[in-house]
């Protein structure tokens, strides 16, 4: 049976397809600059579909998990330490001996493991995918990788936070505490101590911004930071402050990590929420605290519970109008795993996708400068890489646009509707004019008949 995509669990080869995938930007010189990228052949399965599949649509966005030879590489700078990895079958060997894949027909390379941070949002070309000898998980094994991948996207975040001086949020129990990064402890009951003295208390809400805490008013979300002015010693009363800050985070008991395993990073100590720019730093930067991802976390996805169901159906059936699909990246997949005889490294997957979103960003920036027609762009929209601001008229255009293509649907459904009305009425005329024939002829020899009879 052929589909339109790799069923989950499938493994594929994966490539980038940088030409193709700056084709609508309508840029000699990016085209010729992206026809000069060397891409790879790597290995990977479908983690999942991140919308609904169309066929009418040239591509489809989901989530690859990549497979790299070997145990991962420690890289502080990102949080990953070498046991963020899941052995795949026949490959045993692990330092916290987790289960290994056992992928069905045998996986046909050697010490091979799926790195759980390597996961990679792109866009799979629509086509026909025969599914008869490919290489597949069942869903015991995908479920189980995405047990790993939810492990380790804590274990990452934890690392992240005692980075960056994040401890537990203390319960309400006064007993219940938790230690700052500076070795000292506080309740609850401390913290409305210090609140109480005119000390500010403040939490961030789910766009970052600082928001006073008013311990009469209904306390914060368990997901909210709450953040505090703290003292620089290692024991200290309520009185004893300095300028630092501590800030002391919710622990969610029943934390759901995000499916693609990727941290949602925020450096910024002000509130602020982080930029997806922020997180694809180079690993130079000493600020960098993700270079191996381009994933986006599913918590960054700005999702309006209020929406209305025509929107949502809309945004289904014809994407959301507000998303710059050109800078996720374009693939190509097969699901003959022989045209790749090597595994190279998945971090040079995103490194590969770091130079086109930098190809993408000079060519907008040349644009811009240069004043080009609104034609070369008009396409492109909001970016969740953050690569170029578009204008408004530009959303409301491309939003024009998907309205006019859904209102000339319905037009065509109702002339569809009045032609066939129209069909039907004829037949019912032509056949009452029968129907009137046959009486009046029936009538006109009933009366012949009695007359000849009289």
Known sequence: MEYLLPRLGTYLVVQLDPVQMVEPLHDPVLSAAAQQ??????VGHMFEFEELPMPDRPDQKCCIALVGQGPCAENQDSFIEPTMCVPISPETEHPLSREPLQPMPPFPFARCYQYTFAIAEVRVKTGRFNHENAVSLDPHYTFTHKMYVSEDSRKRRALRDAKAGIVPAPCDDASSSSSSSDGRTLTSAEIRELASQGMPVF???????????EFDAPAP????PVILPSHSGPSSTASEVAPETVVIQAELANEHPH????????????????SPDALHEEQGDGESTSSVSMIRSISDRSVEPSSPMSDILMQAFFGDPSE???????????????????IPDPNAFFDEIKQIVRLIHESRERYTASGGDSGCLQS??????DLAEDTASSDQDESKDTRS???????????????RARRVRRHCIAMMCVVKAIVTCS???????TLDTD
């Open 259 to 274: 499916a693609n395993g990727h941290l949602e990073e925020n450096t910024d100590s002000a509130g602020g929420s982080s």
């Open 405 to 419: 293509k859904f209102h000339q649907l319905l037009d065509s459904a109702k002339f569809d509707i009045k032609i």
């Open 443 to 449: 009538f006109t020899v009933h009366v012949d008949f």
């Open 380 to 385: 492109v929209s909001e970016s969740w890489v």
């Open 37 to 42: 990228l060397r891409t790879q052949k790597y």
């Open 324 to 342: 710059d699909r050109i800078v996720i990246p374009l693939v190509n997949v097969s699901l003959d795993l022989s045209g790749v005889t090597d």
């Open 221 to 224: 979300q368990e997901h909210e």
């Open 203 to 213: 939490r961030t809400n789910s766009k970052g911004a600082l928001i006073r805490v």
